[in-house]
Nanobody, 123 residues
Framework: QVELEESGGGLVQAGDSLRLSCVVSVTIFSKASMAWYRQAPGNERELVAT???????NYADSVKGRFTISKDNGKNTVYLQMNNLRPEDTSVYYC?????????????????WGQGTQVTVSS
């Protein structure tokens, strides 16, 4: 069962825009804070943007003012609108769902990941 499925990556030129989508299973989406991460070859995976269950957003400094994270609760989908793309944005982008649950013996955290979608920005 696929729980997170990304789409929307591709090859674009510097200055162009792309919108990534991540469809999330209902059971996870209703409990999760959502995020987009990216990982370029040879680099660690880095956090790009987050949106909480209540809709609060946060961004990495490198994408502030250019990227926007949003979600559609009716479609169980989170988006990443990427404008004014730069060659350094080239990465595999991953959708992440983070769930925190309170169990009798204490809190538990779960992370779910999509398969990743490639974004390549040419100069």
């Amino acid at each position: 069962q696929v729980e997170l499925e990304e789409s929307g990556g591709g090859l674009v030129q510097a200055g162009d825009s792309l919108r990534l989508s991540c469809v999330v299973s209902v059971t996870i989406f209703s409990k999760a804070s959502m995020a987009w991460y990216r990982q370029a070859p040879g680099n660690e995976r880095e956090l790009v943007a987050t949106v909480t269950r209540r809709g609060a957003t946060n961004y990495a400094d490198s994408v502030k003012g250019r990227f926007t994270i949003s979600k559609d609760n009716g479609k169980n989908t989170v988006y990443l609108q990427m404008n004014n793309l730069r060659p350094e944005d080239t990465s595999v982008y991953y959708c992440n769902a983070h769930v925190e649950e309170m169990w009798p013996r204490g809190p538990r955290e779960y992370d779910y990941w999509g398969q990743g979608t490639q974004v390549t920005v040419s100069s």
